[in-house]
């Protein structure tokens, strides 16, 4: 079995977590190799001297298993990179909240597990995303969580229309509106007042944000829906999408946001046996 262990150096100081996580791995038989998953910059980040850095892309094509350090930033970063070579993902949470990690760095010894074989891979749907523009495609990307459409610094609203398969679903004037898979749920959808949905569901989340209308409420669409998006009048205003976090796309007035089920999943590692519920309580501090 190949491991290839992806630490970020700015959650993980001294790579502590994922040396550690070396250890326990090898010490069951399982080769390791450590690959940076992005660039280093500045001269704040001191690296071990003695780890040798390989290429996460070319581990990647004969590797069994990818484990992030950090938090939900950083398993976001990383499926881009793993589902391209259709290798499963577990991360360690070093960050605040990370509901998509399955270990906290207390609970590395049970990576001892994927030796022996003892551990689930859960599959999530994702959303591919495209911007239309005058009929032309001008961007296009993927999300494992959400795709954001959100107004630009000025204190302004959008106007938004919102349309299933180009049947109108709603129009309302708004800070944005995020688009979320059931993963993305607990996420920026559920703090803009949207529904938790289990994350192994098949749906496709509509969720205003901070919506000027008494009639806007999020709307939950089976997966084999197009959603569509297009942005009204943009006169002194601006308007940008993020997806997953990323970075932003201006949008011109008379875009058109469409996003659909994507052919490619995120496949992520459960050795625990938590529940999403039990997780949810224990991430959002309820009972």
Not at 137 to 165: F, P
């Amino acid at each position: 079995m190949k491991v290839v262990l992806s630490p970020n150096p700015y959650r993980d100081r001294g790579l502590k977590a994922a040396l550690a996580a070396e250890k326990i791995l090898r010490n069951v038989g399982v080769e390791t190799v450590m690959c940076l998953p992005f660039t280093v910059e500045g001269g704040n980040i001191e690296l071990p001297k003695h780890i040798s850095f390989k290429n996460t892309q070319e581990e990647l094509k004969s590797a069994d298993l990818l484990v992030c350090f950090g938090g939900d930033g950083t398993i976001l970063h990383a499926a881009k990179d793993a589902n391209a070579h259709k290798v499963p993902i577990l991360g360690v949470n070093l960050g605040s909240v990370g509901f998509m990690a399955e270990l906290e760095q207390s609970e590395l010894s049970m990576l001892s597990k994927l030796a022996a074989g003892k551990y689930t891979v859960e599959s999530r749907m994702m959303l591919d995303v495209t911007v239309r523009r005058d009929g032309k495609s001008v961007y296009n990307d993927i999300a494992l969580n959400d795709a954001a459409l959100t107004k630009g610094a000025v204190a302004r609203v959008v106007d938004l229309e919102v349309c299933a398969d180009k049947v109108l679903i709603t129009r309302f004037s708004a800070d944005g509106v995020v688009i979320s898979t059931p993963t993305g749920s607990t996420a920026y959808s559920m703090s803009a007042g949207g529904p938790i949905v289990e994350p192994t569901a098949e749906n496709i989340i509509v969720t205003p944000i901070c919506p000027h209308a008494l009639s806007a409420r999020s709307f939950v669409l089976g997966h084999e829906r197009t959603v569509s998006v297009k942005m009204g009048r943009m006169a002194r205003k601006t308007a940008y999408l993020s997806v997953d976090g990323g970075k932003a796309f201006r949008l011109n007035g008379g875009d058109l946001v469409e996003l659909r089920i994507s052919k490619s999943r995120t496949r992520l590692v459960r050795v625990t046996g938590r529940t999403f519920y039990e997780i949810l309580n224990q991430k959002l501090g309820g009972a």
